[in-house]
């Protein structure tokens, strides 16, 4: 292929700066590319040839074409991400965080800021709002809470309203609640818990009469947390924080239906803390020691018919006493039922039977661990106590079998129990006994 030279209408124009000699082919065409014979078309600003493999953008056309990543630029149409974006030079998400991001966790989208202004309306299909403070005292978690504007004296009431940002904060307090405050206003300490008696868009009616004895008067400024209810059993529980004294504490309370609160903490966490239900421990290390309170075999939450047979619920460490001369259960015979429910797999069953009479020693009475039957099975010996994993074959009446016992029979003794995986029938899952401390 030849090319004609000419400084201004040639196939290859040139340039002469100073000693050097600069050639170049005219505009419009790179000869010899892949398009053919005819080279490769040059599109240059503002031309409509469609995009190909034989054709080019200038560096112009590529300037004004495409996003630039080293200098401010705006994009006219939409871009769409499929895996998301990254702003900042890092990233991590969380409050301790740095940067912004947009990115897929699973089949839903997260978005990572520091600050979100929203300038019109937002509308969530579920707010989550997680909120960093630092209080000087205690905190209450409970499901409601407001601050008091100012309040209307009425006859039997005190209305404290509430700024309810136009319509954007409901009012989460229901008839029925009751409503507590306590701050310190500087010379003593202001207090009042009282039962809310009327509820309305942007106010609370706190009841005059219906209080806590000593309760002071609402008025504006004050913080009015929920704490308990009347009549709803799912507004009666809270968490309560504090770092006061030297033992800091939570506090999981349940059953608030007045204005005590003893009595009513299940789960509290802190030096001298206690677990109410069940905690699963998938790893870790523990350092110390377990408290397992006793409850009277009476006084427990066993359930009976007859004050003879008891079948454990939730007190799992019972103890039988005499209580002296005159023992609650006289000299009966006392049974204790192992539940079968599967739930119960893995849990530690003590029982202590007290029942000797004050200085002879004589026992009155004795306690039967037994357990529970399942109800689609015939057998007794399916449901038995196992010893060292062997099940029972012992019948009540029976001579007791000392090796497989269906029944054990404790006189002044404390035995332990381990809930351990069983079945019975079409392989109904049912929790079966072992007898850990066995002595036949």
Known sequence: MSYYID???GDVEYEVNGNELFLKVASGEIPGGSGGSGGIVIIKLGETTTPGDANVYSALRQRNEFLKRKEEDTAQKKITFLEGWQAGQAFSPGFAGEGAALFKEGNKWRFDVDTLNVRGAASFAELVIEEVKSIAGTLIV???QTECTGVEERDTSYRCYFDNQNGYAPNKFSTGDQAIC???DGDNVKRYWRLVAGTGTNYIDLSKSDCEAGSGIPGAGDKIVQLGSRTNAERQSAIIITAKGAEPSIAFYEGINNYSLADKAGTVIGRNGRFKGIVEALGGVFSGYLKMPFVELNESDAVTADNIT?????????????LGADPPYGDMDITVIL????????SVVNIVDGRFGPYTKTYIGYTKVSAQL????????LNALLRHGIAGTYKSGAKQDATYPLDIALLGEHMQFVGVPGHVGNNVKITRWVAVNYKP
């Not at 008891?310 to 005499?322: G, I, Q, S």
């Not at 399942?374 to 010996?381: F, M």
């Open 7 to 9: 400084e201004t209408n």
């Open 142 to 144: 409970s499901v409601a």
């Open 182 to 184: 306590q701050k310190f």
């Open 310 to 322: 008891f079948l454990l619920k939730n007190n799992l460490n019972v103890f039988v006493n005499a």
């Open 339 to 346: 539940p079968y429910d599967p739930s119960y797999t893995g």
């Open 374 to 381: 399942h109800p689609s099975v015939a057998s007794d010996s």
